[in-house]
């Protein structure tokens, strides 16, 4: 069964580093998905993207924050320069359209020191 | 703007119990998506149903079933006889249909099934 993988599933990095977290969504899928969890909270939405720009954001994702597709299986979040609170378990997902139900990836959870 | 209300934290059953986790949710837009995920404790968000709001009609799945009150705007999830591999935060979650793709997440339910 096709699913979405992230890499890497644990990232360390220091204060005021660029980040750069990966996705390979399900491959017939054309909405792409980033989420973000702080440990015991709830699943937050940051940015959806679809044929190839930003189709809806969140206050949160702010300019620190970019998406791209630089092949056609990557999807990729950077961070540009990390704060402690960037530190959660970030969510990639995809859906076939933007009507149907989204699949998550295993998240990629980020520690920020 | 949308909102989910998941109001129980955490819920612990003895394995074989049924148990009901409660989702209320708030939108003005009369056409949305409603959604259950379950998040064991390796973490991953695992897709369990998706319901229209047209569409009213209880559904179950095995030991799931899903009760859905458009008057009540609630969309409660049942797990009969419940297993310890049941035990996992799980999430309910709104899109509506009209323009927004993002999914708005209640604060989860912790569901503890012990032996």
């Known amino acids: 069964e096709p699913e979405v993988t992230q890499t890497p599933s644990h990232q360390v990095t220091q204060m005021g580093q660029e980040v750069i977290l990966r996705c390979v969504p399900i491959s017939n899928h054309l909405y792409f998905y980033w989420y973000r969890q702080i440990l015991g909270q709830k699943v937050e939405f940051l940015v959806s993207f679809y044929n190839n720009e930003i189709s809806e954001k969140s206050e949160i994702f702010d300019d620190q924050f970019s998406v791209e597709r630089p092949d056609g299986s990557n999807f990729t979040l950077k961070i540009r320069s990390t704060k402690l609170e960037d530190s959660a378990m970030y969510f990639c997902?995809?859906?076939?359209?933007?009507?149907?139900?989204?699949?998550f990836g295993p998240g990629t959870r980020l520690t920020v020191t | 703007a949308q909102k989910v209300t998941q109001a129980q934290t955490e819920i612990s059953v003895v394995e074989k119990e049924d148990v009901t986790l409660d989702c209320v949710y708030e939108?003005?837009?009369?056409?949305?998506?409603l959604f259950w995920y379950k998040q064991p404790p390796s973490g991953e968000l695992v897709f369990l149903i998706r319901?229209?709001?047209?569409?009213?009609q209880n559904e179950i799945s095995g030991r799931y079933s899903w009760n859905f009150q458009k008057s009540t705007s609630s969309f409660n999830f049942t797990i009969t006889a419940s297993q310890v591999v049941d035990s996992a935060v799980y999430f309910c979650?709104?899109?509506?249909?009209?323009?927004?793709?993002?999914?708005?997440f209640g604060q989860g339910t912790r569901l503890t099934i012990n032996p």
């Open positions: 979650a709104l899109k509506i249909i009209q323009g927004a793709q993002k999914l708005v």
């Open positions: 997902a995809s859906s076939v359209d933007r009507f149907y139900e989204q699949y």
């Open positions: 319901r229209n709001s047209f569409d009213e």
């Open positions: 939108t003005r837009d009369t056409t949305y998506y």
